[in-house]
Each structure stands twice: as structure tokens, then as C-alpha cells.
């Protein structure tokens, strides 16, 4: 057993350039957001809240970032686990989770390196503005 690992983390750049196409995204679609990019280690990378956004939208972006660690968008999660009511109740015992639509995570090469939380909209445009984050990676 080795004394450590190595595991691999979105950068800043990247994060920034995220945020900026979910901004984008927000814009086009007429929505004013929250946009929160962190890194593998839940720690917050990148972040936007647009002018007028809802100000609870910036602690909800971050919680939908953090659940997608977990390797499934929030609304994917919800739907996984929607059935069985431990599961539910286990997940609201953290204090960091939400099952919110509107969190993805950052995948590269099959590895959770960050996750994108976009809150502010209807749960279909926090999904849309994620998701154009995630575009943005290319």
C-alpha cells in the first residue's frame, strides 16, 4: 500500500472558461444564473453570479457542483435514487449535497476531475447552462 496518489483536477482556466459559456448560455437563453466550477476535492475553482441573480442561488450552485462528485449530474442522482427512501434521507445527511437539477460533473478519461453547479433558473435552464459549461472543455 502506497503512502500516496496521485488524481488529476480541473484547472483555473478551464474552471473560468466554464463559467464563462454558462454565462453565456444564461444570456442567450434570458436567465440570470449562478455558476459555481470546483475541483475534485470539493474546493471552489471558479465562480459567477450574474447581476440580479437570486442570492440563494449562490450557496445552491455550489451544492449541486458538489453532489455531481459523486460521478452523475444531480438530476440523474435524484432519479437513481428517488425509490428508495435511505438512500434519500442517507444523502441529506450531507451537508454539502442537493439533488437539484442543474449539477454535472467535470469527467475526463472516465475520472471526476471537478463538477459544474448552475443555479438561479428553472431546473431545465440550470441543466442547459451546465451543460454549456461542459461544451466549453470541448
Not at 469527467?107 to 447552462?129: F, K
Amino acid at each position: 500500500m502506497g503512502t500516496t496518489h496521485e488524481s488529476r483536477s480541473i484547472s483555473y482556466a478551464s474552471a473560468a472558461a466554464m463559467v464563462a459559456a454558462a454565462v453565456a448560455k444564461a444570456e442567450e437563453l434570458g436567465c440570470l444564473q449562478n455558476v459555481a466550477v470546483i475541483d475534485s476535492g470539493g474546493n471552489l475553482k471558479a465562480f459567477a453570479r450574474m447581476d440580479g441573480a437570486l442570492l440563494l442561488g449562490t450557496e445552491g450552485c455550489q451544492r449541486k457542483a458538489f453532489t455531481s462528485l459523486f460521478g452523475m449530474g444531480t438530476q440523474a442522482l435524484y432519479a437513481a435514487i428517488k425509490d428508495d427512501p435511505s438512500l434519500v434521507h442517507g444523502l441529506s445527511h450531507f451537508s454539502k449535497a442537493t439533488m437539484v437539477g442543474g449539477g454535472l460533473p467535470i469527467l475526463v478519461d472516465g475520472e471526476v476531475v471537478g463538477g459544474i453547479g448552475v443555479g438561479g433558473g428553472t431546473v431545465e435552464e440550470d441543466v442547459a447552462c451546465a451543460q454549456a459549461g461542459l461544451d466549453a472543455l470541448g
